[in-house]
């Protein structure tokens, strides 16, 4: 379907920069394999275009230790913020996002601080449970205030 053909063009275009060999698209991946592709890198970035309104998949990297370098948009100057799990660069600036990915690339006790940081503050702040426990104080709260 729609993601086959994404991918070939995405496949085209890596071969016509003959860098093909230099990336592996996985695909679809079920939990077992996102945990041992997460382990397996140094610095997770996903770099948007669009202010991404959830960053889940930033939440996982950081959960699993991973630093991460995502654009400073959307929900994602929140999260590093609150988890402390990585840094932001300026969208549209390939220069900004070279720099901090080559910053955490060459400095192995910052992608250390970086990931045990994020790695505690999501599971300590972001936790199923721990989100649960926040959305109904909030919902106690409202229903306190309504009968007021």
């Known amino acids: 379907g729609k993601d086959f053909r994404y ?4 496949r085209r275009l890596l071969a016509r920069r003959r860098i093909g060999d230099r990336v592996e698209i996985l695909g679809t991946v079920d939990r077992a394999e996102k945990l041992a592709f ?7 970035s996903v770099p948007t275009a669009f202010p991404e309104p959830k960053g ?3 939440l996982e990297a950081m959960a699993s230790g991973v630093p991460v370098v995502e654009p ?3 929900s994602f100057p929140e999260l590093i913020g ?32 970086l990931g045990a940081k994020g790695r505690e503050a999501v599971h300590a702040r972001f ?3 721990r989100m649960a ?6 919902y106690r709260k409202a ?4 009968v007021r």
């Open 127 to 129: 936790s199923s449970r």
């Open 133 to 138: 426990e926040d959305t109904l104080s909030v």
């Open 7 to 10: 991918a070939a063009a995405v």
């Open 56 to 58: 889940i998949f930033l």
């Open 38 to 44: 997460l382990r397996g890198i140094d610095v997770f």
């Open 72 to 74: 400073r948009h959307g």
């Open 82 to 113: 609150a988890a402390g799990g990585g840094l932001l660069y300026e969208p549209d600036s390939a220069e900004d996002l070279a720099a901090k990915l080559g910053e955490l690339l060459r400095s192995p006790e910052l992608r250390r601080e």
């Open 143 to 146: 229903a306190g205030d309504a």
